[in-house]
């Protein structure tokens, strides 16, 4: 069956964001999209390269900031946050570090980010170079990709490298999650076996 992986994909508004999940999910380019409402979820098996099978659960967020009030409750037990820019939008990329810091102030265990810009087909209107997402991504110790929904380039790529890291946080939460009894609760259970045996 493999493991579920849950992965958030944040960002501003209009930056590509449904369009990315719609490639990854059913190798289809939507042009027009209307902006997401709240949360959309989907989910998609993944192989890795050892040959494990990895389900990724897609939380496809808005970017209006009147539905940012949502967000926090979705990124509980994330294994990956993808912050999703676009690369003919200096706008958007500039709001990467408000991105990174609302992420780091909404989780208790720091999940990995990696960084997405979208819309490298549209290389006349480029305005952010991949030079200045590797300064940031480097900054923040943080893995980059380029892609484009259009054409797909980069996508398989990058939801690859997703399922990878967000497989390795996952172990790790399973590691740390270690069912311990109460002193008191293992106490009175002891007790309890105790006055079986005597009877």
Known sequence: MGDKCKVVVAGDASVGKSALLTKFLFNIFVQDYNFTVGIDFHSKFVKLKSGENVRLQLWDTAGQERFRALLPSYLRDCCTILIVYDVTSRKS???????????????????????????????????????????????????????????????????????????????????????????????????????????
């Not at 909404?106 to 810009?117: A, D, M, R, S, Y």
């Not at 996508?155 to 946080?169: D, G, M, P, S, Y």
Request: charged letters at 25%.
């Open 93 to 199: 990329f500039d709001g990467i570090p408000f991105w990174i810091d609302y992420v780091k102030r909404h989780t208790t265990k720091q999940p990995p980010i990696i960084l997405v810009g979208m819309k490298i087909d549209l290389i006349n209107r480029r305005e952010v170079s991949l030079t200045d997402a590797q300064i940031i991504a480097k900054k923040y110790e943080l893995n980059v990709f380029e892609v484009s929904a259009a054409t797909g380039e980069g996508v398989e790529a990058l939801f690859q490298k997703t399922a990878e890291i967000a497989n390795e946080t996952l172990k790790i939460k399973l590691t740390d999650s270690t069912v311990q009894i109460p002193f008191e609760r293992f106490s009175s259970l002891n007790e309890q076996k105790t006055s079986k045996k005597c009877c």
